[in-house]
């Protein structure tokens, strides 16, 4: 195998391509990642060499083209495709641009932004995407100006003469465009060293262990998807398994029967997940599920509820899932990911507020079911060495210290401005 010299720090690599390549020097034959092809047992599984000859592969593929220093959009759909295109990208010292692959009528306006954006050079996509889209890549101007290449088509041969680029800490390493449901998609610059310091932050919050494996069905062009699906694994050396969002929306149960043959210990995805096993996995299947290895079920991305809370624990009891394990959460992209959570030991905090304060950016306990009350569920608390700015959502101009005017004590203050963020979603501040 031909791997070059690890220079990473006395702490450990540095970088995504120096964490990989460690990977599969000293586990190379572990399994890394396994996809199921149909949601529930046709599999493809690769191992961290095969992860990092296939990247290997790909970046020579592009640094024949002298593409070193520039943007390649990624349309894949779910699977290690997107994975191998990823760090091929990483690999060549090109910025990867991850975005849902074109469909007819659909995505094609989004997708044209992000490229415009992003600058993007090349497109990188499977052989069956490709042939699907020639006839829409005419219709939008950016796509028309872009090289295509299909990198399931690409000899690994070419590995062999894949040459390092001059990656560190500070070096691009993708970008992550936002939502973009209100308006243009925006994009994040995210570097190596922010990837890094992330999954050390995530690894901390959610106390990973080396034993631990994990369970993901999330898009992967997405920061949950991504960053906790492939990054954070391989940050930990544990493997982990996919499916597609596609499998798991058509039938709720594929996840929760994931999670109990393979005894994942790992799993989560927003709130509408969660109500939507609870209205859709029926008593048979219930029957047979085994969730008492699942001790961290992580809830963010939108607003997190206590009803589900409830609800899901209360159905899936039986099953031997636990309250304890839900972990409500708190990020964002222009954080890289994590921004607050708790402890993994503890349960929920779930408090009653004041309605018609809340509509008025104050903070006025109320007693539990009082009328007039809403209930809010704690995201945690900061992380790490992590700093969190509150600011007025309308001027951005922060506040004093934080939550000075609320007439709270420190430790209580932090925790429900933590409160607020995840009843607000997307919290206007800034996270550094």
């Known amino acids: 195998m031909h791997l070059d010299h690890l220079p990473g720090s006395f702490f450990g690599p540095s970088n995504l391509i120096e964490l990989l390549q460690h990977r599969a020097l ?31 592969a790909i970046a020579a593929s592009l640094q024949a083209m002298d593409l070193e220093g520039e943007r390649a959009l990624l349309l894949y759909p779910s699977g290690l495709d997107f994975v191998a295109a990823f760090f091929g990208c990483l690999y060549a010292g090109v910025t990867a641009v991850p975005a849902y692959p074109p469909r007819r009528n659909r995505n094609m306006a989004r997708i044209d932004a992000i490229a415009n954006d992003a600058q993007a050079k090349i497109a990188l996509t499977t052989f069956d995407v ?26 690994e041969g070419l590995a062999d003469s894949w040459r390092r680029p ?34 050390a932050m995530i690894s901390y919050a959610f106390e990973h262990t080396r034993s631990g494996s994990g369970c993901f069905w999330l898009p992967l062009y997405h920061d949950m998807g991504l960053i906790g699906g492939i990054l954070q694994p391989l940050y930990m050396g544990k493997s982990n398994t996919l499916l597609s969002p596609t499998h798991f929306l058509q039938r709720p149960a594929r996840w929760l029967q994931l999670m109990s043959q393979s005894g994942a210990t790992i799993s989560g995805g927003p709130n509408f997940a969660y109500d939507l096993c609870v209205e859709k996995v029926t008593a048979e299947q219930k029957a047979v599920l085994d969730l008492s290895r699942w001790s961290l079920a992580f809830n963010g991305a939108e607003p997190v509820r206590a009803a589900t809370i409830d609800r899901f624990s209360e159905a899936f009891a039986e099953c031997g899932f636990r309250r304890e394990a839900f972990y409500p959460c708190y990020g964002l992209a222009e954080a890289t990911l ?11 905090v779930v408090r009653s507020f004041e309605v018609e304060g809340l509509e008025n950016h104050e903070v006025i306990e109320a007693e539990s079911g009082s009328k007039g009350s809403r209930e809010l569920v704690g995201s945690g608390g900061n992380l790490l060495d992590q700093q969190i700015q509150i600011a007025d959502p309308e001027t951005f101009e922060p506040f004093g210290e934080c939550g000075r005017n609320l007439g709270l004590g420190a430790e209580r203050r932090s925790r429900l401005l933590a409160t607020r963020r995840s009843d607000q979603g997307n919290f206007p501040g800034k996270a550094q």
């Open 26 to 56: 000293h586990q190379g034959n572990d399994m890394g990642f396994r996809f199921l092809l149909d949601g529930e047992k046709k599999a493809v599984e690769w191992t961290y060499a095969d992860v990092d000859r296939k990247a290997r």
């Open 130 to 155: 490709l042939q699907r889209v020639q006839t829409m890549i005419g219709e939008t101007p950016a796509l028309q100006q872009i090289r295509w290449r299909a990198t399931d088509q690409c000899d």
């Open 166 to 199: 001059d990656v560190h800490g500070e070096t691009l390493a993708f970008f992550q465009y936002t939502s973009g449901s209100t308006g243009t998609p925006k994009g994040v610059m995210l570097s190596h060293a922010n990837l890094m310091h992330n999954s």
């Open 338 to 348: 994590i921004v607050t959570g708790g402890f993994k030991q503890s349960p929920p």
